[in-house]
């Protein structure tokens, strides 16, 4: 580790790591202290809405209650009947309509209503009579007395799209007296949560026993069922004011309030946690970027005050790879009365003493270097023939087992398949798979006669013309299954009009094979698998490329990849033959194969091919 290094991380230990665990800590508590306060706060609101909502239903039935009892129902004509309707559906502007009953529960005339929503009452529509009438069972207030009140279910009211709830009152004392059934819109509550909603960053819910939303801060919410995750938590028994944090949509904190338990309603309190704990957040982030601003003014001032040193430091190095070379004659400048002054000294003086010593044993030296240089060459010619000729007798054995091995069985197996194809006609269902089975066998037979090209002389190669992308394609065949099997994507893009080239064509289906197997093995562990074949003209010449998104090839490598039993490849699947017999093959047909490659990028191997 270099010392402009050490000193930072020297700065960073010292400075900015306990500064940054310090900031974390206190954000943590911060955060911890405002999640708090955040539910004490909804606690609150929803405890005080649950109560306002009581007090606002409760207060319009007292008064639907006590109007009815001002009024001797059981004597009045039917105008004073009419009359004492209206008067029920002027105590509140949250009515819509107010209907008669009887005993049974029928109606009785008319309801009291304004279609069109007059006097800031809630329209109504005639024919929702029946289902207002429907809303309430009146048959439990029979043995009440008069002015005893009840509510139904909460339901949709038609005209504005809110929740509303029938109440009944009971407008006599004995089991036979009528009774008076009134609408009540939910409008004045949500007036009422959009009011308590717009000072608070999450929303606010009345929801009944089955988990609806009846009115909301939110009015697009309105009627709708609560997240399950919510409405599980809520059927959960608990306190009439609790708190939660649960995973909905998003991951919230949650308060809720009973708002009586004759209505059987609760408010419930949300807010999205990341909304809540914004501040927090914020002020992480504007740590985290103080932290970073911190530490690129460290590397700034320690870059600043150890680049003098570095250079002085660097000076004695190169002095020392001079030595090192036997340039002795060099000295390192002396800067200074400090310890790198005393350093560049003793250099100095160590390199002056060793130039005289080579200068005594110099003419003796040269004859005995240049015996030992004849020596070294010689051996190093030697041990060349001997690794050649080593590869060389390993390739032949190796052909030569596989002659032995593989040809004779594929003979078989070659023969079999040509007595099996004259028996067939060509609209046999079989005629095709045989046919297949005989162009495997056959370009096994030409792999082994490849490997034996490093070790054998041979004929020369059967050069014919032959359409470049045919070659391609048929080679590609035989590993597309495999391709796509892993993953990769395949792009071709033949050259139009076809290209025709001089070339042997098994010996240009293996050059194929070898560059998209590389290409295959290049990309095992690459995000994006893209392979593309393309073929075409230019300058006079055929070009076929094999483009790859693999690994690509290192500059170190690059100056060996034709060489015969050289490979990279992280899986073992050859012994470094396939881009030498590529190149032996190429170059036997008059062409030059051409590699592009970026290391981490992928390669691209262009195979050049004189036209016919």
């Not at 609150?44 to 008064?63: C, N, Y």
């Not at 509140?92 to 209503?113: I, R, Y």
């Not at 570095?310 to 800067?335: M, P, Q, Y």
């Amino acid at each position: 580790m270099r010392l402009y290094q050490q000193l930072m991380l020297f700065m960073l230990a010292a400075t900015v790591l306990p500064l940054a665990v310090v900031g974390f800590l206190l954000l943590s508590r911060a955060e911890a202290e405002l999640a708090g306060r955040i539910v004490t706060e909804q606690r609150l609101l929803a405890a005080a809405t649950a109560e306002a909502v009581s007090t606002q239903l409760l207060e319009t039935v007292d008064a639907l209650a006590r109007s009815a009892e001002l009024i001797d129902w059981e004597r009045a004509t039917p105008d004073e009947v009419r009359g004492g309707l209206s008067l029920l559906y002027g105590q509140s502007p949250t009515v819509s309509a107010v209907l008669q009953l009887d005993a049974e529960g029928n109606s009785l005339g008319l309801p009291v209503f304004q279609a069109d929503g007059a006097g800031g009452h809630p329209g109504f529509e005639p024919a929702a009579a029946e289902v207002l009438a429907r809303a309430v069972p009146v048959q439990a207030l029979r043995r009440g007395t008069k002015g005893q009140a009840a509510l139904g279910r909460a339901y949709a009211h038609g005209p504005s799209g809110r929740a509303a709830v029938a109440v009944a009152v009971k407008l006599g004392d004995g089991e036979s007296a009528p009774y008076a059934l009134a609408e009540i819109v939910f409008t004045g509550l949500e007036q009422l949560l959009e009011r308590r909603g717009g000072e608070h960053p999450g929303r606010i819910d009345l929801v009944d026993a089955g988990g609806r939303v009846l009115a909301s801060s939110l009015p697009e919410r309105r009627l709708r069922p609560l997240e399950s995750a919510l409405a599980s938590w809520l059927e959960s028994a608990g306190p009439p004011v609790r708190s939660t944090r649960l995973e909905a949509d998003t991951l919230m904190r949650v308060s809720a309030a009973r708002v009586a338990e004759s209505l059987g309603f609760d408010v419930v309190v949300s807010v999205d946690e990341a909304v809540a704990l914004a501040p927090v957040h914020a002020m992480r982030r504007t740590v985290l970027v103080s932290i970073a601003l911190s530490l690129g003014v460290l590397l700034g001032v320690g870059a600043f005050f150890t680049r003098r040193l570095n250079r002085r430091l660097a000076e004695v190095v190169r002095g020392a790879e001079s030595f090192g070379r036997g340039e002795l004659h060099v000295r390192v400048r002396v800067e200074g009365e400090d310890e790198l002054s005393e350093l560049a000294s003793t250099f100095n003086h160590m390199g002056a003493e060793l130039e005289s010593a080579r200068a005594r044993l110099m003419t003796w030296n040269d004859e005995l270097k240049a015996r030992v240089d004849e020596a070294t060459a010689e051996l190093k010619a030697a041990q060349a023939q001997l690794v050649e000729a080593q590869k060389l007798a390993a390739v032949g054995q190796l052909g030569a087992g596989v002659a032995h091995e593989i040809n004779n069985p594929l003979a078989g197996i070659l023969g079999n398949t040509q007595l099996l194809l004259m028996d067939r006609d060509d609209k046999d269902p079989d005629f095709e798979t045989l046919r297949k089975i005989e162009l495997s066998a056959r370009r096994c037979k030409e792999i082994t006669q490849n490997l034996l090209r490093f070790s054998q002389q041979r004929a020369q190669p059967a050069l014919r013309p032959v359409e470049l992308g045919s070659v391609a394609r048929d080679a590609l065949s035989l590993t597309e299954h495999q391709i796509k099997e892993e993953g990769i994507s395949l792009d071709c893009e033949w050259g139009s009009p076809p290209v025709k080239v001089k070339a042997d064509p098994g010996h240009l289906s293996q050059v194929v094979l070898a560059l998209v197997s590389n290409a295959r093995t290049a990309m095992l562990k690459s995000e994006r698998k893209q392979l593309t074949l393309r073929t075409g003209e230019r300058d006079g010449r055929g070009f076929l490329e094999v483009e790859d998104s693999g690994k690509g090839i290192s500059p170190e490598h690059r100056p060996r990849i034709f060489e015969p039993f050289f490979t990279t490849k992280d899986v073992w699947s050859n012994v470094g033959l396939g881009l030498s017999v590529a190149w032996r093959v190429v170059s036997e047909a008059g062409g030059t194969i051409d590699v592009r490659t970026e290391e981490g990028q992928g390669s691209c191997f262009t195979v050049w091919l004189p036209k016919v």
